[in-house]
């Protein structure tokens, strides 16, 4: 009735504005009947949220944009022998929300090391009937150790203790009373934190000790979630007090640190932000680090020779303090061993406030030649490109710490694992695989400096938002450091995990991933890859990418802030994009069906048969007739039974086809006789979306004279049909060939349906191996038998 009511009331409205007005108020329209599937409707009012003042409509931070605020001031001391650390940290937090808050969430990560975490308890393992030696390592280590955060006591400003509960991994501090909006509150934490061996539980943080045969014996520490952490407080959350299952990262508030490391007094520690007593280096070590600031190649400030003297004879007693400072970051991340050798060069860059950042990598002698060559130079390399692509690195330096970590990130600085192989000879070497997966590590882990460390997404609940993105931009990275570099983006390499089973949409929540690595960075990437060379062009995507990265750098957006952001900056809508790659497990199969070639029919009758004759010819007769050549018909052995009808055919032209012709060409008018004479070739092409996933149609015609040309065919083309379209292309020329996506740029999965004609599918065979031999008890026995006898002896083996 109120629709009646209302479309009465704008009878004088245009039919598709009576529509919109109708659909403001009554919600969102059903799409459609029967089985037609609408890929190209809009998101907002539906599965996005409603634009509000902290996040409006064009993806932007709307004008009571807000975020929290807390600042660190802590001193920590390794106690290598231990293997503990201990720490105390002021805390102070500043709530910049709307809202009076009564308590305050803070992230416990290491409680997952705990035997009764969540994580721990909520473990999995596949069906395989084998366990791993590794995983027997790590059952007996947490049967006698066991880690996470202990001795915890919370003081508040006065000294009073202040209460808290633990649930799992995450701690509540209870406010002695509501923290007013502009407020801030300061308390202080007293921590023990006993630091795991990484390659035995595994983990992003921990230590490696060199103890087996001829290794010296030292050990390499990786500070990372190694304080208790504020949890995040949103305008879209509320908390974020999701528990750390051990993959969805880390979701976390800026602030400034102030951070004290006491270790021992021979090694050197890398850290957030910048060395505030430099004066705990030698002098001619302050002396190469300033030379290093202007130097083409990366210089030496702990030398190999003085990383080995200082490993030769470690230190037995006496520690040195190490200052840092960093502002404006959202995580704090350490790493420090004897055994370090330290390099560095500065990287020039256009900016007032960092013009010039320090690119360092920290390494035992295990790493080298391959860290000497590669680490520096990887980072470099990353701030030029991502630079770029986002913004100016905000950060006064850029390093790289080799570990027991594979690749992890923090605020300027990662931690990175690939090596080079020393034989049981002695003799040392590096894979291809080592040096390109150092390359590609260092530009990935650096490059999250850029998303998420200062895009401040949130990982754990969307991990393609600094993972993909991050990828993506690697992908661009190592394409520019070689173009053969290995790199994962191509769109035919994701075709296998696009057709696979047991797959989520990209947007799915982190700890529901399936398939992590190919959902969280392969695919994102790989989409982003192509919205850029083939939906959008380089030009309105990188445009559309940087103002993104530049809205949100150092707050936190949203997958919508993204989406937004893409489409209002290029001006195209994408609906229809997100939908299939980021919402959907549909695939890019796009089949060419079928192609027929037409043209305009004469209006001379004669013309029309003959023609009509010479497509009748062209077909095989009857082959029943063909066989019967060789015996006479009765019209041919009896002239009386032909007639009018045996000297004339279907094809012959009536007097009064030629009189309606002349009829007809009387009463054209001028646009019909002008039309009559339109002469080129008119080709319909049948395409079918066998994947479901809605893509342009990049479409390559050959033509007879030798020539061919490329059309791009719009994604809109499937708007009114997502299963089945039928599109038109008209040339002068003769078509011999067409082929869908000649580059292989959509990450079509078959290619064999996208060629006219079709193509043979060529492959080769491999014989099969030869079957394994029977079960013999008695040769495996080494036992034998003469041919004149079944008593058995053993056989000698020489």
Known sequence: ???????????????????????????????????????????????????????????????????????????????????????????????????????????????????????ERSRTYGNSETVSVNEIRRIERFQDWEGGFNDLRITGPDGQAVPFTIVDSMLRVELPRPLATGQSFTFTIDFTLPMPETNVVGGRSGYECFTKAHEDGNCIFLAAQWFPRLAVYSDYEGWHNAQFLGSGEFTLEFGDYDVSITAPADHVVAATGELQNPD??????????????????????????????????????????????????????????????????????????????????????????????????????????????????????????????????????????????????????????????????????????????????????????DEGLNSFLQFQAEKLWDHDFPARGEPKDIVEYMVSQDQVPVMTHSDSLLQFGNNAYAKPATALVILRETVLGRELFDRAFREYAQRWAFKRPTPYDFFRTMEESSGVDLDWFWRGWFYSTDHVDIALEGVTAARLESADPEVRARAARDRFEAEPGSLTAARNQDIETVVERDPATRDFYNQTDRFTVTAQQRRDAEAAARKADEDRRAAQGFDDNIYRFTFRNVGGLVMPVILKLTYSDGSDETIRIPAEVWRRNSRQVVWQHVSSKTLTGAEIDPLWETADADRNNNFYPQRIDARSLRLSPAPPPGENRMRDSDVEVSPDSTASRVRRRD
Request: hydrophobic share 35%; net charge negative; aromatic share 12%.
């Open 280 to 465: 705990i280096l030698n002098a001619e070590q302050r002396a190469r680090l300033d030379r290093a600031r202007s130097a083409d190649e990366p210089v030496y400030i702990v030398t190999p020779q003085e990383a080995a003297a200082a490993e030769s004879r470690p230190a037995r007693s006496g520690t040195r303090t190490w200052n840092f400072s960093a502002d404006n970051v959202r995580d704090f991340g350490w790493a420090s061993s004897r055994k370090f050798i330290w390099d560095a060069m500065g990287v020039d860059q256009q900016s007032a406030e960092h013009p010039v950042v320090m690119a360092m990598s920290f390494y035992p002698k295990e790493a080298r030649p391959l860290w000497d060559a590669y680490s520096t130079k990887s980072i470099a390399h990353t701030l030029d490109v991502y630079n770029q692509f986002a913004f100016t690195y905000p950060y006064p330096t850029a390093q790289s710490v080799n570990g027991p970590v594979g690749g992890m990130e923090y605020p300027m600085i990662t931690f990175n694992g690939p090596r080079p192989v020393r034989a049981d000879d002695g003799s040392l070497t590096y894979t291809e695989r080592a040096k390109n997966g150092l390359i590609g590590v260092v530009i990935h882990e650096v490059g999250h400096t850029y998303f998420p460390m200062i895009v401040n997404s949130d990982e754990r609940q969307w991990t393609w938002m």
């Open 1 to 119: 009735m109120r629709v009646g009511l209302l479309l009465a009331s704008v009878a004088g409205v245009s039919l598709m504005a009576q529509a919109a007005l109708a659909q403001q108020s009554i919600g969102p329209i059903d799409q459609s009947k029967g089985s037609f599937e609408d890929k190209f409707r809009q998101f907002e009012g539906e599965d996005w949220p409603t634009p509000t003042d902290y996040r409006n409509a064009s993806g932007a931070p709307g004008h009571r944009y807000w975020q929290q605020q807390v600042d660190y001031d802590i001193d920590v001391s390794l106690d290598e022998g231990r293997r503990t650390l201990t720490g105390r940290e002021a805390v102070t937090y500043t709530n910049n929300s709307p809202d009076a808050l009564g308590y305050l969430w803070l992230l416990l990560d290491q409680q997952n090391y705990r035997r009764d975490s969540l994580a």
